[in-house]
Every structure is written in structure tokens, then in C-alpha cells.
């Protein structure tokens, strides 16, 4: 059964820096890994989609990289923004469903 | 483009009733899948509409009905609603079947049920 986890739950840092979130998944065959946000009280809106078969994917300041063999996946956002506060969630595709994970809460400081 | 639609944003259901969501997808979108987040589980996967069909369902009881029609707009339906079922149900939209594995989903605000 495919299992999704995100760490840390929550992380505050000053603006301008760059950060990493990591999402892990305990089975390996899936055929895709997306990340996105979601603000408050709102839906989620997609940000990139790894495929199975890609090692990373670039969008403007955000890169996702997937390791399917250690069963992770990495967002890294550069030079962070008061804007990209929100919660970040990986999903994983997985046996015709996504996963998702709990998510990272993330607060950029002015 | 009109993005994904839902519909009533919030509402307020007591145990026993049984309330219907609609989700209009993305115009040329045939795929509709929907969600549930609540705080405790998170977001949980609970079925996908495809062409009329429903291909692929999550660990939910049978209370948790949908349907698709041949404009591809959903409906989901739960029936003898239980305080538990509160929550922020999402659904997306997106060209192809989730199981093709390359489709960017798009996804609706949301209906906020709560259950007294």
C-alpha cells in the first residue's frame, strides 16, 4: 500500500532565502509525482509534474526532482517570496489513484 | 478559459440527510476525479469519471455515489451523512484518464460540508 510523507509539517524562513521540501513514498512503481499548493480556504493548484520516467522538472523559480529508487521527491523553491506562503503537497500516482501527502506549511517572512 | 466550477461552495447538512455536489470540469476535459480533505486524514482519493464511467474508486463506503453526464460534469452524492463526512470536498478535471499518468490536473475551490 503506497504511503506519502512529508517533512517538516511546517517551516518559516526569511524572504529571498532558498528552501527544500521533500516528500518520500514507500512503493516505487508510479507513474507520476506532482507537487502543488494550496492557500487558505482554497483549492489546490497543480505546480509540476514529475513523470516515472523524468528525474526533474522546472518551473520559473521552483525545480522538482523524483528518485524512484530511494522513493523521494524534492521541491526546491530559490529565492523565496512572502507569495509562496502557502501548504505544499506532493501526491503520488499510484495503482490508478494519488497519494497524497500531509503537506508542508510554508510561511515566508518579509 | 472557465476553470473547474463547484457548486454550492458551502453548505450545512444534519446526520441522516443526504446532500449532492456538482463539479463542471474544464471545457475538452473529460476526466473528473474527486477528493476529500479534512484535517485529521488529509486528502483522500474517492473516485474518477471518464467518458460516463467511473474507472477507478478510493477506500470510501458505498454511501459515496458520483456520476458523469455526456457534457462531462459531475455530480457526487453522499447519502445518510454522518458528522464525519465534514469536509472540504475537491474535485479536478483533466483532458485524460488519471491512469495515463501525464495528465496536469486542475482543480475547483471546493464544497465545504458540514454536518450537524
Known amino acids: 500500500k503506497q504511503e506519502v510523507t512529508q517533512i517538516p509539517a511546517a517551516l518559516s524562513v526569511p524572504e529571498g532565502e532558498n528552501l527544500v521540501l521533500n516528500c518520500s513514498f514507500t512503493?516505487?512503481?508510479?507513474?507520476?509525482l506532482q507537487w502543488f499548493r494550496q492557500d487558505p480556504g482554497k483549492g489546490l493548484t497543480s505546480l509540476l509534474l514529475?513523470?516515472?520516467s523524468q528525474r526533474e522538472q522546472t518551473s520559473g523559480r521552483l525545480n522538482a526532482s523524483l528518485d524512484k529508487s530511494s522513493g523521494r521527491s524534492t521541491l526546491y523553491i530559490a529565492a523565496s517570496q512572502p507569495g509562496d506562503s502557502a501548504t505544499y503537497l506532493c501526491?503520488?500516482?499510484?495503482?490508478?489513484?494519488?497519494?497524497w501527502g500531509a503537506g508542508t506549511k510554508l510561511i515566508i517572512k518579509p | 478559459k472557465a476553470g473547474v466550477t463547484q457548486t454550492p461552495r458551502y453548505l450545512i447538512k444534519t446526520r441522516g440527510q443526504q446532500v449532492t455536489l456538482s463539479c463542471s470540469p474544464i471545457?475538452?476535459?473529460?476526466?473528473v476525479s474527486w477528493y476529500q480533505q479534512t484535517p485529521g486524514q488529509g486528502l483522500q482519493f474517492l473516485f474518477e469519471?471518464?467518458?460516463?464511467?467511473?474507472?477507478n474508486k478510493g477506500n470510501f463506503p458505498g454511501r459515496f455515489s458520483g456520476r458523469q453526464f455526456s457534457n462531462s460534469r459531475s455530480e457526487m452524492n453522499v447519502s445518510t451523512l454522518e458528522l464525519g463526512d465534514s469536509a472540504l470536498y475537491l474535485c479536478?478535471?483533466?483532458?485524460?484518464?488519471?491512469?495515463?499518468?501525464?495528465?496536469?490536473?486542475?482543480f475547483g475551490a471546493g464544497s465545504r460540508l458540514t454536518v450537524l
Open positions: 501526491a503520488a500516482h499510484s495503482n490508478y489513484q494519488l497519494i
Open positions: 514529475i513523470q516515472s
Open positions: 471545457s475538452g476535459h473529460r476526466s
Open positions: 512503493d516505487s512503481a508510479i507513474y507520476n
Open positions: 479536478a478535471s483533466s483532458q485524460g484518464q488519471l491512469s495515463s499518468g501525464a495528465n496536469v490536473l486542475t
Open positions: 469519471y471518464f467518458s460516463e464511467t467511473q474507472r
